[in-house]
Structures are given as C-alpha cells and as structure tokens.
C-alpha cells in the first residue's frame, strides 16, 4: 500500500469502521513503515477521540421538560384533520347503492300492482268464448256506466281495471275481428242521453238496404244478404241506438 | 410487602414503550395522546441534540425540537416507512428547520473565537484532577467550535455521524442523497476539523513538535 491508498482508508481506519481485514493489516503496515502516515493516522484517531468525547458530552442534553406540556396542549387543541376524498367517495358508493335499490323496489311494486289485474281478464276470456259479451263490454266501458255493467250477463270482475289493461293485446284481437260504426241514435232519440243512460245490446240482422236509412252507403252487389247490428235498449226497453258490424 | 402504585396513565405509557415508532406514530395520528408522550420521550433528544450540534444554541435547538414534533403532528401522514425510519424522518425534518433557522438569522457564517451567548451545554467532569479536566474541557470547546465552523454541508454529515452515531445509510436517507457522497463529505469534513484544529495544537505544543495531540 502507498500514501495515496492509505490516506483514502484512513478515516475509516481511525474511526474503526468496518472495512476488509487484508486492507486493514495492509494501512497498518504502511503507517509502520511511513512516518507521515503515521502521523496522518495519529491525527486521524486523536479527531476521533475529541468527536467521541463531545458526543459524550453532549449525550445527556435533553429538551426542556415544559416543551412536551406545551405539545400535548398543542397536540389537544389541534385542528382535526378529517380524510375528505376517501369519505365522500364512500358517500357516492352509498348513494348509488340506495339509488340502485330504489329503482329495483319500485320496478317490484309496479309488477306487483299489475298483477292482479291480469289474472281475473284471463278468467273473464276463458268463461266467454262468444264474441257478443265483449262487445256488450266494450260498450259498456264506452259509456262508463256502472248500471250498465251490472245488467250485462253476469262474470267475474276483476278488482281493479288499470287503464293500459284496456288496450291489452287480447282485447284489440277481439275487436279486430269485428269492425263497427259508432251506435247511431234512432231518430228520436238524442246523442246526449245516449251517453247518459245505460242499457243492455241486443245483435239482429238486417237487411241491407237498412244502411240506407242511417245515411250509411250500400254495396249494390250485396243487396241481398243481410247485415248485423247491434241495438241498444234503455233500461225501459225501448231502442236506442244502432251500430252495424261486419 | 410493598406493593408499587402505578396509576392506570403510567401502566399504559409502560405498555406503550414497547410499541416502535411507526406503531406510536399511528396511533399518535389516531389521536392518540399517550403514543405522542412516549414518542417525544423516545425522539427528542436525539433531535434537540442535532439541532444544537448544528447551531451551537439553545434557543434555536428547542425552538427546532418544538417545530419538528408539531410537524410531525399535522403533517405526520407523509411519513412513509418504506423510505426510513421515524428516527431518520424527525432527523430529515430537523435539517430542514436549523438550515432555514439559521439562514434566517445569518448563522451560516463560520463563529469566530468568541463563544455563543448561551453555549452552556459543556459540563465538567469531577473524576479527574482540574488539570486534566480543564485541559479536556478546552479540547472539547475547541472541537465544539472547529464543528460548528464548518460548512453546513459538512457540518451536518459530521454531527449526525461521529456525534449521532447515525450509520452511512440512515445519514444518506436523511440528507437525501447517495452513501458515497455521505462517505466522501465524511472525509472532507474531517480533513477540514484538522487542518482548523492544527494551528491551535501546534501553538499549544511550542516546544514540544514531535506531540501532535489536541484532545
């Protein structure tokens, strides 16, 4: 080992660092051998035990007993600091899941209200295959009159008619089956209290040339056969009115 | 038999003394009021003590130990123990306070020979003759003086490793920079304690040149 090598070890040397125990024996050798090294070393250690002897001194020095006071009432007053993203983030999962469990109870309980209203129009199909009580019904669903319905032939009705069941599938078919003008008063009766009494529909066929006499146009090559209508009777038994269907 | 009363605050600050500090720094953050008490008795004289070291003084050391543990109150989140130890942090934290305290008050120049006002930290030692104790009290004033003479960059390498005994690698975590430069400013903070140390042996020692010995 030469001065320059030595004097890169030497602090390490003199501080008693770690350092490979060749390179070791090695910088003590040379500071045998060199007497400036070893005056280099000696300073070297002589630094070391005047650090050593300040940190030694120094050791015991501690802050000042009423500085901790004065940080646990700092430490008591302290603004708290509440994490603001991480809870309002939970806020929108909270929301969104009460969001999400609202729009699910409210598709449940509209199903629910609907359902009853289905099973009974089911049953109603199912007791009267004729086409005639339909039409009677769609009559009397026309005219909104509860008198009505009761003199209609008797059938299951169901508790509550929601609107939008009225134009259920089943019932446009029916209608579809059967194309009808709207009931004509008779001649001396008036359009107004048509609507304001009830009454029962009897189906009859007529001649043809009967359209003739409601203003309604006649196909010639069908004089002959005849047409069905249906006729209203009031609650006294006298006609009505009159609706052609073909 | 006698047996010890401890009051229930005591039994749980002894609980706690066995927690580390990344478990006291939790809680403290918690709201914890105990686990700041035991923390601050664990860490402050380690930072009063570098802070002093780096200022030679009393006021600025308390007024730094002060700042640091208020810090690490309201800002204590940011510690991260993958980068450190809470020991290395309060240091890292400290640096940054005496650097801009000193800054502030114009402290980085070099001291000249006259000693600071409240530099009362050095106490004799009675178990050797005044001679002696006189002799070794004025070697550790000077090596004082020749520390806090030196460059901050330096200075603060020495003080936290010869006086802290703080090894290469925390010393590099707390500066913020690479074990070789923490070595190499080693050296050349040593090399500048001698070459300040010297003249004021050798003129001690006239007569006598072959003793180089200043402590």
Not at chain 2, 31 to 50: I, N, P, T
Not at chain 2, 200 to 215: I, K, L, N, S
Request: glycine share 4%; charged share 30%; aromatic share 6%.
């Amino acid at each position: 080992m030469n001065c320059q090598r030595f004097e890169t070890v030497v602090s390490e040397l003199a501080r008693g660092q770690m350092m490979a125990a060749e390179q070791r024996s090695e910088a003590l050798a040379h500071s045998d051998e060199c007497d400036g090294c070893a005056a280099r070393l000696g300073d070297e250690q002589m630094l070391t035990l005047g650090l050593q002897s300040l940190a030694s001194e120094m050791e015991s020095l501690e802050a000042p007993r009423e500085l901790e006071a004065k940080l646990l009432e700092a430490f008591r007053t302290r603004p708290v600091v509440v994490p603001i993203a991480k809870r309002s983030t939970s806020r929108y999962w909270l929301a969104a899941i009460a969001a999400m469990l609202l729009i699910a109870i409210s598709v449940v309980v509209f199903r629910w209200s609907n359902r009853p209203a289905d099973e009974p129009r089911q049953a109603v199909k199912q007791e009267q295959p004729q086409p005639k009580p339909d039409v009677s019904n769609q009559f009397a669903r026309d005219i909104r009159k509860p008198d009505v319905e009761d003199s209609l032939p008797q059938r299951p009705k169901p508790k509550r008619i929601h609107p939008v069941t009225l134009r259920r599938p089943e019932v446009a078919n029916h209608v579809t089956k059967e194309i009808a003008t709207d009931f004509i008063p008779l001649s001396y009766m008036s359009a107004a209290s048509l609507q304001q009494e009830g009454g029962q529909i009897i189906r009859v066929q007529l001649p043809r040339s009967a359209l003739a006499n409601f203003g309604l146009p006649v196909n010639m090559d069908r004089y002959n056969e005849k047409v069905k209508a249906d006729v209203l009777y009031g609650v006294d038994g006298m006609a009505r009115a009159i609706r052609f269907v073909q | 038999m006698r047996i010890p009363v401890t009051t229930g605050l005591h039994r749980r600050m002894k609980l706690k003394s066995d927690v580390n500090d990344n478990d006291l720094l939790r809680l403290m953050l918690a709201g914890d009021e105990e686990a700041l008490s035991v923390l601050y008795r664990r860490r402050q004289g380690s930072v009063y003590r570098f802070a002093l070291q780096m200022s030679g003084s009393r006021s600025i050391a308390e007024d730094v130990t002060q700042e640091v543990f208020l810090f690490l109150m309201r800002e204590g989140h940011v510690f991260d123990d993958a980068k450190g130890t809470v020991g290395a942090f309060l240091l890292g934290v400290a640096r940054v306070h005496v650097r801009r305290r000193l800054r502030a008050e114009h402290r980085l120049e070099p001291l000249g020979d006259e000693s600071d006002d409240d530099d009362v930290f050095m106490q004799s030692t009675s178990d050797i003759c005044p001679l002696e104790d006189l002799t070794r009290a004025e070697t550790i004033e000077s090596v004082r003086k020749a520390v806090l003479s030196l460059p901050p960059k330096y200075r603060e390498v020495v003080v936290l490793c010869e006086l802290q005994d703080v090894s290469y690698g925390e010393t590099a975590e707390i500066l913020g920079c690479a074990i070789g430069t923490v070595r190499s400013r080693l050296h050349r903070g040593r090399a500048l304690l001698l070459a300040k140390l010297r003249p004021a042996a050798d003129v001690e020692e006239t007569g006598a040149a072959t003793v180089r010995c200043f402590a």
